[in-house]
């Protein structure tokens, strides 16, 4: 997979609960990725909304940051971000990823091409 575009998968959402779906769609998406034989997924993050989402039924955001990180401790390139759950208020989506895509890039500061982020 030399060559290729090194990217991360980012899922965002209320995770209420997480499911085995969620988790399979990161592996169909990595998949997918990976036979278009221009990226290599280096990683996925699950990050679930706040507790101000306002969807009826949300349950608080520290027991589904506990479930999805139960659901994926066994996944080795799947991991569960916290920082879109802990904001005061409700998140767009695209500040959730220029967050991820600043933390990320700073992580591969020294790299020609960072990952890119793919939500």
Same mark, same amino acid.
């Given at each position: 997979?030399?060559?290729?575009?090194?990217?991360?998968?980012?899922?965002?959402?209320?995770?209420?609960?997480?499911?085995?779906?969620?988790?399979?769609?990161?592996?169909?998406?990595?998949?997918?990725?990976?036979?278009?034989?221009?990226?290599?997924?280096?990683?996925?993050?699950?990050?679930?909304?706040?507790?101000?989402?306002?969807?009826?039924? =949300?349950?608080?955001?520290?027991? @589904?940051? +506990?479930?999805?990180?139960?659901?994926?401790?066994?996944?080795?390139? *799947? $991991?569960?971000?916290?920082?879109?759950?802990?904001?005061?208020?409700?998140?767009?989506?695209?500040?959730? =990823?220029?967050?991820?895509?600043? @933390?990320? +890039?700073?992580?591969?500061?020294?790299?020609?091409?960072?990952?890119? *982020? $793919?939500?």
């Amino acid at each position: 997979m030399a060559g290729r575009i090194p990217l991360v998968l980012l899922a965002c959402g209320s995770f209420n609960p997480i499911t085995h779906q969620h988790m399979r769609l990161f592996e169909l998406a990595r998949d997918h990725m990976h036979q278009t034989g221009l990226y290599r997924v280096v990683g996925g993050i699950v990050s679930p909304v706040g507790d101000d989402y306002g969807k009826q039924g =949300l349950v608080a955001s520290k027991h @589904r940051l +506990a479930m999805a990180r139960l659901a994926l401790q066994s996944s080795d390139w *799947v $991991s569960v971000d916290d920082w879109e759950s802990q904001q005061e208020d409700w998140t767009e989506t695209v500040v959730t =990823l220029r967050y991820h895509y600043d @933390r990320i +890039a700073a992580q591969y500061h020294s790299s020609k091409d960072p990952p890119t *982020v $793919s939500g």
